[in-house]
């Protein structure tokens, strides 16, 4: 019974920020690693940014430099800090936590960005 709940999304203006959040809960002994994809209206699911065991962060190239992932780990807990705000990030953002060798996934959190 593992529940990983996003929030934070909205809407948003070009160039603006927002925080996204993901607070993971049920059965859970130790996360591997936990990660960040989002899937735009007629578009493929993508990865956005991943936050593993080793501190390693990674980011998908059409973010690097304006979003920003973090971890609480006493928390269960992921963030995204998204800066500067471009209409092609819009979409929904779904939030992952790897658990033993399984994947669990959220329900995930619109973003839109417009003027």
């Known amino acids: 019974q593992v529940q990983l709940v996003e929030s934070g999304g909205g809407l948003v203006q070009p160039g603006g920020s927002l925080r996204l959040s993901c607070a993971a809960s049920?059965?859970?002994?130790?996360?591997?690693?936990m990660a960040w994809h989002r899937q735009a209206p007629g578009k493929e699911r993508e990865f956005v940014a991943s936050?593993?065991?080793?501190?390693?962060?990674n980011y998908a190239d059409s973010v690097k430099g304006r979003f920003t992932m973090s971890r609480d780990n006493a928390k269960k807990t992921a963030y995204l800090q998204m800066n500067n705000l471009e209409p092609e990030d819009t979409a929904v953002y779904y939030c992952?936590?790897?658990?033993?060798?399984?994947?669990?996934w959220g329900q995930g959190t619109q973003v839109t960005v417009a003027s």
């Open positions: 049920g059965s859970i002994s130790d996360i591997n690693g």
């Open positions: 936050f593993t065991d080793t501190q390693m962060i």
């Open positions: 992952g936590a790897q658990i033993r060798v399984w994947w669990y």
